[in-house]
């Protein structure tokens, strides 16, 4: 059965800051997603990964993806208060798996 | 374009009532998905439909819990008797095309508390 492990799983990191989420999955896929929830919110989409090597940035936030270690970052540079939130990382392999998630507090 | 809908977005019951929740997708996409997550965690697929046949309900309680999908558009998630672990938020997804593997849009999910 396919497993996904984030890590940490709560953060608290002072504004400018910089820090990296870590997601670790146990079986081959190339298809990865990045999702943020705010508290009582549902799922926004942030990243799509679908290859070896991909990285994609929006923002403060850059994603990559190494499918062959089963791993996949999401890196955050220079947090800001409204980068607040859930993010959960979700691997696909005959349905999507997710994360335990990383609730990110984000501080002055 | 109108995103994924779902009624109603709070609903307490008591232990061993009945609850049914409704879910409208995307106009066009063929793939329509129940998850469950319960505080603290992340979703867990519940049951996937395409159009109007079920893809996988292996995780589907199906001694209480039951899903359809009518003319493959809309879809309706029942539980019945409601337990106390039912306590969750219910979400809705749907995709555009019938293999399943594309991008899934969340609507804002159904809160249920049980008693």
């Known amino acids: 059965e396919l497993k996904v492990e984030q890590n940490p799983l709560f953060l608290s990191m002072q504004e400018g800051k910089n820090y990296t989420i870590y997601c670790n999955y146990s079986t081959t896929s190339d298809r990865l997603y990045w999702y943020r929830q705010d508290p009582g919110k549902s799922l926004e989409s942030l990243f799509v990964?679908?290859?070896?090597?991909a990285v994609k940035q929006e923002g403060r936030l850059m994603a990559s993806l190494d499918t062959k270690a089963r791993l996949s970052t999401l890196h955050i540079t220079a947090a800001v208060h409204d980068l607040s939130a859930t993010y959960f990382c979700?691997?696909?392999?005959?349905?999507?798996?997710f994360g335990t998630g990383t609730r990110l507090q984000v501080f002055p | 374009e109108a995103g994924v809908a779902q009624s109603p977005r709070y609903k307490i019951i008591e232990k061993r009532q009945s609850v049914a929740f409704w879910c409208n997708p995307i106009?066009?996409?063929?793939?329509l998905y129940w998850y469950q997550q319960i505080l603290g965690q992340g979703p867990k697929l519940l049951i996937q439909f395409q159009n109007n046949g079920v893809v996988d309900d292996s995780q589907l309680p199906k001694d209480r819990f039951s899903a359809e999908r009518l003319k493959g558009v809309d879809s309706t998630l029942k539980i019945q008797p409601a337990k106390l672990e039912d306590s969750a938020v219910y979400l809705c997804a749907s995709s555009l095309e019938a293999s399943g593997r594309n991008e899934q849009f969340f609507g804002p999910g159904t809160r249920l508390t049980v008693l």
């Open positions: 990964l679908l290859s070896n090597g």
């Open positions: 979700a691997v696909e392999a005959d349905k999507l798996i």
């Open positions: 106009s066009g996409h063929a793939t």
